[in-house]
């Protein structure tokens, strides 16, 4: 009789523990590192890796919330699989729409396995496309047609032409609608 009990003890330990974490909420200053870029809190606002210098002048990372909401996402953190999958890092310190002008990057954010398979960061980089007046669903699609037109579309489109050193979009600014995902 001591071993059924014993069992039953274990089934609602485990389940008190199994709902607990099902109604734990993200708070980005909470995640670690690792998992801070690409996740988004429970309140809906993403996750932003920044730095910030220690005592000893070293410098630290710690996740904040951003101000930029996510509609129908709260409570996200980003797979491993996507984040492969996207060529994104999570060890970026914010995220910028500088990376839309790398061909590799947007190879790999238009390919299949990132763009129908990931809409976090999907929803990420059209606003940043959007913020510099690129609707991403033509970029990616250009992309797959003629890379270097793609480079060409997104360049003329005033993204490149900001002065060396100025502050490029960061997922800290105001966000467009949501994609059409």
Do not use: W
Not at 19 to 32: G, Q
Not at 90 to 96: E, N, T, W
């Amino acid at each position: 009789m001591a071993s059924s009990s014993s069992k039953l003890t274990l089934v609602l330990l485990l389940s008190s523990l199994f709902l607990h974490a099902t109604l734990a909420e993200i708070v980005c200053e909470e995640l670690p590192k690792d998992l801070c870029a690409f996740s988004i809190a429970s309140s809906g606002k993403r996750c932003s890796l920044e730095t910030y210098a220690n005592q000893s002048g070293g410098v630290e990372y710690q996740c904040r919330t951003s101000e930029v909401i996510v509609e129908r996402m709260g409570g996200y953190i980003e797979t491993d699989e996507c984040v492969r999958a996207c060529g994104v890092d999570r060890d970026a310190v914010g995220i910028s729409s500088d990376a839309l002008l790398e061909p590799q990057f947007t190879a790999k954010l238009c390919s299949p396995a990132c763009y129908r398979r990931c809409p976090n960061i999907i929803d990420l980089y059209y606003n940043l496309a959007a913020g510099e007046g690129v609707f991403l669903p033509d970029l990616c699609e250009v992309q797959q047609t003629n890379p270097h037109r793609a480079m060409m579309a997104l360049m003329s489109s005033g993204a490149a032409a900001s002065p060396a050193g100025s502050e490029s979009s960061d997922i800290t600014a105001v966000a467009p609608a949501m994609s059409p995902m």
